[in-house]
């Protein structure tokens, strides 16, 4: 069972759940939230992140990426810990969970209408999404898409879908908070392609990072996470009831080291623990933004 733990990369699943709360609590600021709608979100999120962690430590070992140069963790596929058909095998499951639970989702949200039909499609969009960032033919992750995916999945969709599934509407405010999920999420992608740059590049991975180079990677991240900060406070502007609307502002703490540290870096071995900061940076104003929001509602 371990193996499939390290296989399942525990550790990328607080961005999954970050975008479902911010969405929840933005429902709730605007007296929409539903629980049910909540608990199958969050199900759903975490089902396609398994999903496409699979299928990306299948991908990489499948197009060469993952070899003995790898910066990073040792992944299940490429170790030997885990047979690629097993591997096959998880994902068909996975993808079958997500599926069903993501079905009840919409049926729970918006009953048997032309909507249903409508977020059915995006959400087979986004195992599609889940899947084909690293595995199979002409992977979009190889060609430099991953940033622009993170972006749409992890906020527009991650958030504002969220708040739509809740209130049936979406007001444009809501897309304040969407983009800085969004970007907090690229952020962190970004810092992993940083970490894997060198080997990336030599294995025909032509991330962002590739492209960019190392110190254009830098000033993107710094971009990336400013903008982030930027959306909330200005959302927090516009529609502060109290004190509380600005709780966000503690989970900026750990971001903003992470910042530093990034800016400063040399060795990508050290940008390891990073994505761990970040990732746990983002939960943490996730959470805090959402406490922040019930307690004003």
């Known amino acids: 069972m371990h193996r499939w733990l390290e296989a399942f990369r ?3 699943l607080p961005l999954a759940l970050s975008g479902i709360l911010a969405g929840s609590a933005l429902a709730a600021f605007a007296h929409h939230f539903r629980g049910p709608v909540m608990a199958l979100a969050l199900l759903t999120a975490v089902l396609l992140q398994v ?9 990489d070992h499948e197009h060469g990426t993952d070899n003995a140069d790898r910066v990073g963790p040792q992944r299940a596929v490429q170790s030997g810990a885990i047979p690629p058909a097993a591997m096959k095998r998880a994902m068909v499951i996975c993808g079958s969970l997500a599926l069903v639970s993501g ?3 919409i049926v729970v949200a918006f009953g048997l209408t032309v909507r249903t039909l409508a977020f059915f499609g995006l959400g087979l969009l986004a195992m599609v999404a889940a899947v084909k960032y690293t ?11 991953g940033d ?4 749409l999945f992890f906020g527009f969709v991650g958030v504002g879908g969220t708040y739509y599934l809740h209130a049936g509407s979406l007001p444009w405010p809501v897309l304040l908070p969407a983009a800085a999920f969004g970007l907090l999420a690229t952020g962190v992608l970004n810092t992993n392609n940083m970490r894997d740059r060198v080997n990336d590049a030599a294995s025909g991975k032509r991330t962002l990072v590739v492209r960019l180079g190392g110190e254009r990677a830098k000033s993107y991240h710094t971009m990336l996470l400013g903008i982030a900060f930027l959306s909330l406070v200005f959302f927090a502007s516009m529609t502060a009831r109290g004190g509380w ?16 540290h990034v800016q400063a870096n040399t060795d990508p071995k050290a940008l390891d623990p990073e994505l761990k900061r970040l990732a746990l ?5 996730a ?11």
Do not use: C, E, M, Q
């Open 10 to 12: 525990l550790r990328t």
């Open 51 to 59: 999903l496409s962690n699979l299928a990306n430590d299948l991908g």
């Open 103 to 105: 079905i009840a989702l």
């Open 135 to 145: 595995y199979g033919k002409n992977p979009y992750g190889y060609a430099g898409f």
């Open 148 to 151: 622009l995916s993170v972006l």
């Open 245 to 260: 609307s600005w709780l966000f502002l503690l989970g900026f703490v750990p971001i903003g080291i992470h910042a530093v």
């Open 281 to 285: 940076g983002t939960l943490l104003t």
């Open 287 to 297: 959470v805090t933004f959402s406490i922040g929001l019930w307690l004003s509602a």
